[in-house]
């Protein structure tokens, strides 16, 4: 596996490959790659001949108070996970390589971004756009692995090579979860024990949603209030930031839940710590 650190080198290497007829798969992540990640990895493999990973903390997509310094960075793990998955380019720039200085030009989907995590993060698809777009310039993929785990981004993202004709194969990869049900994320790491503990009722009152829906629950408000009241019960340590009813595919609200074509999307706060969990469930 060979590490690359300047972006001139990946362009210049995937434009030899795509010259030689040679195909790329993309898996962009930020780094502190876990199995989710690896899930990625496993399935963007068999998709092209050269796989490259991108390892890289945007601060494009963080607001001012959120965890950009925080953000685990641990190269040298990621390397090792990287090398055993099959990875045969891991890029891992530095910020200031990738935008450059006075840069002017960013990328904005303004529908699918809007609702959700676009509310309460104004800034953050419009800079997951910009890099994602700017990656898709440097590593030219023909193909390119996202996660359910972040449903809306993959939405928002679709739209973005659908708008713009980018010529590149988008491929989404189940959610990875502990054998809890917890989703996977680097963000887990920042929980006390305590909330971890309470944690994996985020997914299993999710669950519980779909059961009622299955039951022919159709109501958002019915199922919100049954979300709320139900983590409430469990733990004090829960704080809902927002539950969603949303079309799967445009993350437009739902009046009535569309079975099969119906994303619950949620945002918790952790409140010991401030952690925001994510997680969603199509039913
Ligand atoms: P991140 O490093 O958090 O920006 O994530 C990079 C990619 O990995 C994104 O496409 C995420 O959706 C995906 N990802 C992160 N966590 C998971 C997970 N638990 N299961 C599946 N994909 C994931």
Request: charged share 20%; net charge neutral; glycine share 4%.
């Amino acid at each position: 596996m060979k590490l690359i650190r300047n972006p001139d080198e990946l362009q210049l290497l995937a434009l030899s490959y795509r010259a030689s007829g040679k195909t790329i798969a993309l898996v962009p992540t930020m780094g502190n790659l876990h199995a989710g990640h690896a899930s990625l990895m496993d399935m963007a493999r068999p998709q092209a001949d050269i796989l490259i990973v991108s390892d890289f903390v945007n601060p494009t997509q963080f607001g001012p108070n959120e965890d950009f310094d925080a953000y685990p960075r641990t190269l040298d793990a990621d390397i090792a996970l990287a090398e055993a998955h099959g990875v045969d380019i891991l890029f891992a720039p530095a910020a200031s390589a990738i935008y450059k200085k006075n840069a002017s030009t960013f990328v904005k989907e303004n529908s699918c971004s809007q609702g959700l995590c676009g509310r309460s993060r104004p800034i953050h698809f419009q800079g997951v756009c910009t890099v994602v777009n700017l990656l898709f310039n440097l590593a030219q993929p023909n193909v390119a692995v996202f996660g359910q785990k972040d449903a809306q981004q993959v939405a928002v993202l679709k739209r973005m090579v659908r708008d713009l004709h980018m010529p590149i194969k988008m491929l989404v990869a189940p959610i990875v979860r502990e054998s809890d049900g917890l989703a996977l994320s680097s963000r887990n790491q920042y929980l006390t024990a305590e909330e971890r503990a309470v944690a994996p009722k985020i997914q299993a009152t999710l669950q519980q949603l779909a059961t009622a829906i299955a039951a022919g629950e159709r109501v958002p408000a019915n199922l919100e209030t049954l979300f709320k009241t139900t983590l409430a019960g469990t733990s004090d340590l829960f704080e809902p930031q927002y539950i969603e009813f949303v079309d799967k595919d445009t993350m437009q609200p739902l009046e009535k839940i569309v079975p099969a074509q119906t994303l619950i999307a949620v945002a918790v706060y952790m409140k010991t710590t401030r952690t925001r969990l994510i997680d969603n469930i199509v039913v």
